[in-house]
């Protein structure tokens, strides 16, 4: 089985500043992994994937993730946040063989003028 | 708008009382995956069904059940209510081609009285 760490369960940041929200996994088999974000009200949208291949992929609205494999980690970074990007951003992971997602507690990224 | 519709959007009802849930998944898609979200167990995977056929179970209650219909709309159904089950139930499908990524629909709040 899988399982997700979501490190900081609030991160406040000011407008335009670079922000990080850290995500760790655990499995004993090859995984794929997945950001989400839900904003107040609304379902969850898939913010960027990591499958294969190259360990930085790039997803919608600016944001970025790194998998690392030996640290066990895909940390979702943005370089400048803006006011929308207020919301509960989510890790999960899957694994090869079966599609269920594992999700992390969430992180509430706050982002003030 | 990822695809994927939910029915009905809020539904309120009392203890033991049955309830059933709708998703249209997107599409083409064959497979649907219902999660459960709620303040305390978070975001949980319920069940997975592919093509009409019940694929995973994870940690879905006796008093839960769910089915796929040929025109692969799916429907889960809550039973026996408690105030316990309150909680937002998600649908999410995904492609005969990349099974691995998950389009959530916007969700049915459920509250019992």
């Known amino acids: 089985a899988q399982s997700v760490t979501q490190l900081d369960s609030q991160v406040p940041v000011f407008e335009e500043a670079p922000v990080e929200l850290r995500c760790n996994y655990s499995?004993?088999?090859?995984?794929?992994l997945f950001w989400y974000v839900q904003y107040p009200n609304q379902g969850l949208q898939l913010l960027l994937k990591y499958l294969s291949g190259s360990t930085l992929v790039k997803g919608i609205n600016g944001f970025e993730a790194e998998f690392n494999k030996s640290q066990t980690s895909f940390h979702l970074r943005k370089p400048s946040v803006h006011i929308s990007d207020t919301a509960e951003y989510f890790c999960?992971?899957?694994?090869?063989?079966?599609?269920?997602?594992?999700f992390g507690k969430g992180t509430s990224l706050l982002v003030t003028p | 708008d990822s695809g994927v519709t939910q029915t009905p959007k809020h539904l309120i009802t009392a203890t033991g009382q049955r309830v059933t849930l709708r998703c249209s998944p997107r599409s083409g898609d064959l497979s649907v995956y219902w999660y459960q979200q709620s303040l305390d167990q978070g975001l949980q995977f319920l069940i997975q069904y592919y093509n009409g056929e019940e694929r995973a179970k994870g940690n879905i209650l006796e008093r839960f059940s769910a089915q796929q219909f040929p025109d692969l709309h799916s429907e889960l159904n809550l039973s026996s209510l408690e105030l316990g089950d309150s909680a937002l139930y998600f649908c999410?499908?995904?492609?005969?081609?990349?099974?691995?990524?998950?389009?959530f629909g916007p969700g049915t709040r459920l509250l019992v009285l």
């Open positions: 999410a499908s995904s492609a005969r081609t990349s099974r691995e990524t998950q389009y």
């Open positions: 999960a992971v899957s694994s090869f063989s079966g599609y269920a997602l594992n």
């Open positions: 499995s004993s088999v090859s995984v794929y």
